[in-house]
């Protein structure tokens, strides 16, 4: 298994930062031993693309479609995404979820339209902070996994990324214990659903990962990755991350 740090910069960015994609570049010039994902917005995509041609660096989009192509003004399908240069697709992220009222049904259907057009989904989940406190952390993560991931995934085509939304943007980490229960349940969980495949099947943890946390946070089992927010933006602090994954 080659671990994952993936970087999301959400709805930030614009020309004039991808010189920090160019020092990242530089400052990871050196192999690695971990991929390297950036998932820039989507104005920024086949630019960041081009430069990370011949180099370490992924690229993948932060969502898209259900279908190929159509009337859906101002969405994205998978099938473009990859066109412009990604290999991998953000699904089901919890601001996707909230905010756009994305259900389980519908992030699985993008993760196998992502699929069908050769990308590897990044599906999400998390509980929020009111689930947490219910003390019921892994019956969300339960429901969201069995609805959000297709039948037949493999470990080369679906990764899982954990992010308990009420640590995403925030200080509130979880604490070493919260993250190695709900990887545990996770790997569990897709074992009885995938079998034998599941062993490889990449689990990040996304939740204020910083230089700061990340050598702490890659040293629990079954943490095979980081998917980075607000870290991602600056090259330094993307390539502390990496280095710390590398180093795991």
Known sequence: MKKLAAGNWKMNGSVATLTEVATLLKIQSTPICCEMLLCPPATLLSQMAAMAVGTALKIGGQNCHTKGSGAHT??????????????????????????????????????????????????????????????????????????????????????????????IGTDHTPTVEQIAEVHAFIRTRLTARLGTEAADVRILYGGSVKPSNATKIFAIPHVNGALVGGASLKAADFAAIVTALSAA
Do not use: F, N
């Open 74 to 167: 101002g969405d994205i399908s998978a099938t473009m995404l990859q066109d412009a240069g990604a290999t991998y697709v953000i699904v089901g992220h919890s601001e996707r979820r909230a905010e756009h009222g994305e259900t389980d049904t519908l992030v699985r259907a993008k993760a196998i339209a992502a699929q069908s057009a050769g990308l590897v989904p990044i599906v999400c989940i998390g509980e929020t902070g009111p689930e947490r406190d219910a003390g019921a952390t892994l019956d969300v993560i339960g429901t969201q996994l069995h609805g959000s991931i297709p039948d037949g995934a493999t470990a080369a085509t679906l990764v899982v990324a954990y992010e308990p939304v009420w640590a």
